[in-house]
Structures are given as structure tokens and as C-alpha cells.
């Protein structure tokens, strides 16, 4: 797997169908297959893997698992990048978990690439004023603003070198191992 590509992770416990619906959005935005995974898998197993591909974890990457340590633990381990995508509220605003997962992630030395907000409304003063690495929004798919957004987005996530846009190579790559 390509290294470079960062994991997709929430910020605590997010909602399935969120998260699924913003992995896959992303997935298709890059054309890279998508992977999930379970928090209750094996962090090394997972990260081991050499397929192409965009990974996200399904549950609560700070949860203790029983053989030790934690997703976050073994994502500064293995210095893989992953981006946290953090649920919206209708209001505009987001839970202190946005907050207290990017700190988590910076204690521990986690790559952390920046948020995403998946969902809710998007309050762009409250995003500049909680001084988090926002790299923008995914509204619901239904929602007249998705396309442009996720369009924003990407242009973001390119800028700032997080996400490059993969070759041709890489793509038939990806889409040989889907």
C-alpha cells in the first residue's frame, strides 16, 4: 500500500453511514478503491498490507484494544498519515472531539494531515477560530453544495500536498487490485 496515502479515521465514534459516505465520496474523487477496516483489527496486519488504496477505519481509533495500545498509537508508529473526519452539527458547530483527537494526535506524534468535516453545516468563522488544521467539508450527498465541495476540497488537499493526484499509472494500478 502506498504509504502516502493518508488513512481515513474518525474522531471518536462517528456515525457509520457518515463516515462510509464521506470514505467513498473521497474514494471516487481520487479513483482509488476503498478499504475498510475494523478498530478491532490488527494495526499491523492492516498496515502491512501492499495493496493500493485508501483505507478507513470503522470505530474509535483511541479505544484501547485488548492485546494494547491503540490505532493512533500505531499510526505514530508506522509515521502513517491519516486525515480525522469529524461529524457537523446543523448549527454549524463540531464536538470538542475534533479538538481533543487532533491534541491526541500530536502528543502522540501521529501524522495527522488535517480534519474534514463530514456533514452538519459549515460554519467557516468557527472553523478559523478553533485553530485546527480544517482542510474543508463533505456535505451529505443529497445536499446541493456536495460536488462543489468535495471540488474545494480536493483542490485543498492538493495544495498543501496532503492528497497528490494519482498518475495513470497509479490509477490502473488501484484499479487492477479493486
Known amino acids: 500500500m502506498s504509504t502516502d496515502i493518508p488513512l481515513l479515521v474518525g474522531a471518536g465514534s462517528v456515525p457509520e453511514l457518515r463516515m462510509r459516505e464521506a ?49 493512533l498509537d ?8 491519516l486525515l480525522l473526519l ?38 467557516q468563522e468557527q472553523r478559523r477560530r478553533d485553530g485546527l488544521l480544517w482542510c474543508g467539508w463533505i456535505p451529505a450527498r443529497d445536499d446541493s453544495a456536495h460536488a462543489f465541495q468535495l471540488d474545494r476540497l480536493h483542490l485543498c488537499l492538493q495544495r498543501s500536498g496532503v492528497m497528490q493526484t494519482p498518475t495513470t499509472a497509479a490509477r490502473g494500478e488501484a484499479a487492477a487490485q479493486a
Do not use: F, K
Open 74 to 81: 500505531a499510526l505514530a508508529d508506522w509515521r502513517r498519515p
Open 86 to 123: 469529524v461529524p457537523g452539527e446543523t448549527d454549524g458547530s463540531v464536538s470538542g472531539q475534533a479538538a481533543a483527537y487532533a491534541a491526541l494526535c500530536n502528543q502522540l506524534g501521529a501524522p495527522l494531515r488535517g480534519l474534514i468535516q463530514i456533514q452538519g453545516s459549515w460554519n
Open 23 to 71: 470514505a467513498e465520496a473521497l474514494a471516487r474523487l481520487w479513483s482509488l478503491p476503498l478499504q475498510t477496516h475494523a478498530t478491532g483489527a490488527s494495526p499491523a496486519s492492516v498496515l502491512a498490507e501492499t495493496e493500493p488504496g485508501l483505507i478507513r477505519l470503522s470505530g474509535d481509533p483511541a479505544r484501547q484494544r485488548p492485546d494494547g495500545g491503540h490505532w
